[in-house]
């Protein structure tokens, strides 16, 4: 007999909610001035983003997912998610919401849990929905993470200015 619960579904899709309010938070703190602002670097320093790229990123990476796993066009949503294409808090916001009005419509053709195991051709390999759905929670939030430190480094060097 199939199951028909959604537990590990329902769990998932609760990480992303709250990846995705996170992520609407941070945007509310860091405001346009310093949404794209990039503080000065070591050489040689791997983050060479700003905050507002770093949350975008993030979004860009479950947009790409829900793509890759509704239609199965993998394509990176870069192009459509530049600085130039969305300037100020609201836009990213905006662009945010779209990311998960994505997501959660992806995740309506999750009926059960046994779903997470159906396996579907990724950029890589084939892989379990429940591989691919949690591999683009842990990069998108890893890059949340990113953002949220480098807040705190964009906020401490504006406080000492």
Same mark, same amino acid.
């Given at each position: #007999?199939?199951?028909?619960?959604?537990?590990?579904?329902? +769990?998932?899709?609760?990480?992303?909610?709250?990846?995705?309010?996170?992520? @609407?938070?941070?945007? @509310?703190?860091? $405001?346009?001035?310093?949404?794209?602002?990039?503080? @000065?670097?070591?050489?040689?320093?791997? #983050?060479?983003?700003?905050?507002? /790229?770093?949350? &975008?990123? *993030?979004?860009?990476?479950?947009?790409?997912? %829900? $793509?890759?796993? @509704?239609?199965?066009?993998?394509?990176?949503?870069?192009?459509? &998610?530049?600085?130039?294409?969305?300037? &100020? /808090?609201?836009?990213?916001?905006?662009?945010?919401?779209?990311?998960?009005? *994505?997501? %959660?419509?992806?995740?309506?053709?999750?009926?059960?849990?046994?779903? +997470?195991?159906?396996?579907?051709?990724?950029?890589?390999?084939?892989?379990?929905?429940?591989?691919?759905?949690?591999?683009?929670?842990?990069?998108?939030?890893?890059?949340? $993470?990113?953002?949220? *430190?480098?807040?705190?480094?964009?906020?401490?060097?504006?406080?000492?200015?």
């Amino acid at each position: #007999m199939k199951n028909s619960q959604r537990t590990l579904v329902l +769990l998932i899709g609760a990480d992303y909610i709250r990846l995705h309010n996170a992520s @609407t938070a941070i945007l @509310t703190d860091i $405001g346009d001035e310093l949404l794209y602002f990039e503080p @000065t670097r070591s050489k040689g320093s791997l #983050m060479p983003f700003s905050v507002g /790229t770093l949350i &975008t990123r *993030s979004a860009a990476v479950v947009e790409q997912m %829900v $793509g890759g796993i @509704t239609t199965k066009l993998w394509d990176d949503p870069f192009e459509w &998610t530049l600085p130039e294409r969305m300037p &100020t /808090t609201t836009d990213v916001i905006a662009y945010l919401n779209e990311v998960e009005a *994505s997501r %959660v419509a992806g995740f309506t053709f999750l009926r059960s849990d046994d779903d +997470l195991y159906k396996k579907i051709p990724s950029p890589v390999e084939i892989r379990t929905l429940f591989e691919i759905l949690l591999q683009t929670l842990i990069v998108a939030q890893r890059l949340y $993470g990113n953002a949220e *430190s480098l807040l705190r480094l964009v906020k401490d060097s504006q406080l000492s200015r």
